[in-house]
């Protein structure tokens, strides 16, 4: 039995980087797989189940979310690295991995460095950046289900996208990969790193609580272009506005509901289908309820 501590609507919004939305019904933050494991097998918790990370995809409605909500960014921080693989489990960032890579001399994992997430949220959407993507390095994963039974998976079981992927079972989620990263002593995988943070730094406006790429980019061209030259830049509901920095980026100015934000989702969306005729289709992903 575990003694695990709930909170009972729990303010959601210093549980994703856009700070805004309600309570969750019920909030469990494990300190480890083990305790996870427990807390779901005594099933004593409100369905359904909503597990995240650093919440630095998502936006949280301002009347909250339903059931449970799982945070497992400090619970599930472990890495293992060997010669020829590496396991990284969900909670921790990927920014850690990058680093730990690099000072480990693997390479390919550079670019874990500019999502701003965890490792759960990047097997969840396939996130990437600087050309590569999350699942091009994945073999296999371990899931846990709503009983607390870890399952492993390989990559074939998954339909893997841009953005996008497909689990074979709805009610299981991510707790750990493991990713064929090589080393190679004659690399210099912590410069490119900094190259990376340094373009992210002047491109995007780290210093605003933001979601990072608010859409996905169409074949062909790019989102934050689409949306700059309908006009877009600064546009502004309540306290939230198009960042005048990326176009691509929503950030909260201090106030914001999530409302506000998701207004200007919608707006965005509809004036570039009217003028360029393109459907953008969204990377943030909405979780919970409208307030009443």
Avoid at 32 to 41: G, S, Y
Wanted: hydrophobic share 40%; charged share 25%.
């Amino acid at each position: 039995m575990t003694n695990a501590l709930i909170f009972k609507n729990e303010s959601l919004n210093k549980y994703n980087s856009w700070r805004v939305g309600g309570a969750a019904d019920n909030l469990f933050t494990p300190k480890n797989l083990e305790e996870l494991k427990n807390f779901l097998k005594e099933g004593k918790y409100l369905k359904p189940l909503t597990f995240i990370g650093l919440g630095s995809n998502v936006l949280v409605r301002d009347g909250g979310i339903r059931g449970t909500v799982i945070v497992i960014h400090a619970a599930l921080n472990e890495i293992q690295m060997t010669d020829d693989s590496v396991y990284a489990e969900a909670g921790n960032t990927c920014a850690k991995i990058a680093k730990n890579l690099a000072k480990e001399h693997y390479v390919g994992g550079e670019f874990f460095a500019g999502i701003p997430g965890t490792v759960g949220g990047a097997l969840a959407m396939n996130a990437g950046c600087y050309g590569s993507e999350t699942w091009n390095y994945v073999t296999q994963v371990n899931m846990i289900d709503e009983e607390g039974n870890i399952v492993s998976r390989l990559k074939n079981e998954f339909l893997i996208s841009y953005r996008e992927v497909v689990k074979p079972e709805l009610n299981e989620w991510f707790v750990g990969a493991w990713f064929n990263f090589k080393k190679d002593m004659t690399a210099d995988p912590e410069s490119k790193i900094k190259e990376y943070l340094n373009h992210r730094k002047n491109t995007q406006p780290l210093n605003w609580p933001t979601a990072g790429s608010t859409f996905r980019n169409p074949k062909d061209t790019f989102a934050a272009k689409l949306i700059e030259e309908c006009g877009l830049k600064g546009y502004r509901v309540g306290n939230a506005e198009v960042s005048d920095k990326h176009a691509n980026f929503i950030i909260n100015l201090g106030k914001a509901s999530a409302k506000d934000i998701e207004d200007i989702i919608d707006h965005v969306e509809s004036e570039v289908f009217k003028r360029k005729g393109i459907k953008l289709e969204r990377e943030v992903k909405i979780l919970g309820d409208f307030l009443n």
